[in-house]
């Protein structure tokens, strides 16, 4: 079994806000496990989700997009599967 990391950084101050954000894994095997970092440029924000290889067999990416709630990022992904937060 293999790892994947992809990182993400929240950027607002060079991305529109309503702007998608994209996590792109090709060629996953539905054994490997796949780590998903989302952090922020200016915020004391992190973020860390899991999911399996099998979760991208039929799409190689998947989407989020972030809402400010309380002065807090929120993710929400696109679609109705989204990796498991990790606590």
Same mark, same amino acid.
């Not at 060079?14 to 702007?19: E, G, Q």
């Not at 970092?37 to 998947?62: L, N």
């Not at 992904?77 to 990796?83: L, V």
């Given at each position: 079994?293999? =790892? $994947? $990391?992809? %990182? *993400?950084? @929240? *950027?607002?101050?060079?991305? %529109?806000?309503?702007?998608?954000?994209? @996590?792109?894994?090709? +060629?996953?095997?539905?054994? +490997?496990? #796949? @780590? $998903?970092?989302?952090?922020?440029? !200016?915020?004391?924000? *992190? =973020? #860390?989700?899991?999911?399996?290889?099998?979760?991208?067999?039929?799409?190689? !990416? #998947?989407?989020?997009? =972030?809402?400010? @709630? +309380? %002065?807090?990022?929120? $993710?929400?992904?696109?679609? !109705? +599967?989204?990796?498991?937060? =990790? *606590?």
């Amino acid at each position: 079994m293999s =790892v $994947i $990391i992809r %990182n *993400r950084t @929240i *950027r607002p101050s060079t991305r %529109n806000v309503k702007s998608a954000y994209r @996590i792109q894994v090709t +060629n996953a095997k539905p054994e +490997n496990l #796949i @780590i $998903i970092f989302i952090d922020h440029e !200016s915020a004391d924000f *992190r =973020v #860390i989700y899991k999911c399996t290889g099998a979760f991208f067999q039929e799409r190689d !990416s #998947i989407y989020f997009k =972030v809402k400010v @709630i +309380n %002065n807090k990022p929120t $993710i929400l992904w696109s679609g !109705s +599967n989204e990796p498991e937060l =990790v *606590r």
